[in-house]
């Protein structure tokens, strides 16, 4: 029902909310929470990654996994690689805050943390 009322909304009215959250953030984490994240390596081949363009505080986007090589012990060896673009507000994130969090986060899926061991 929301979705529909708001469709049939003229459009500088929905203008006029896109503006409003976009200069309240407390209204804005209310009603559109603040992080958003997409993937688009489903659909892409090779090396695919893009650069969100969202009104969040936080935007994490997944592209492909692709094989590159790595150096391990002085032999180039083919490793898969997971492409991942954080996008940050610099208004309200600091670069380094980003920077760990994507750390930790390379940790965590480079450990398969979570995920059930293979038969």
Wanted: some cysteine; hydrophobic content about 40%; overall charge positive.
């Amino acid at each position: 029902m929301d979705r529909l009322f708001f469709m049939l909304t003229p459009d500088f009215i929905r203008y006029l909310y896109f503006r409003i959250m976009r200069f309240f953030p407390k209204i804005q984490k209310v009603y559109k929470g603040t992080t958003a994240v997409t993937s688009v390596g489903m659909f892409g081949t090779g090396s695919t990654s893009m650069i969100p363009l969202m009104p969040y505080t936080t935007s994490l986007s997944i592209g492909t996994i692709e094989k590159k090589p790595k150096l391990v012990d002085g032999k180039l060896v083919n490793h898969d690689f997971l492409n991942i673009v954080l996008s940050c507000d610099h208004d309200i994130i600091d670069g380094t805050v980003g920077v760990k969090f994507i750390e930790r986060l390379k940790e965590l899926v480079e450990q398969c943390y979570s995920l059930p061991a293979p038969a």
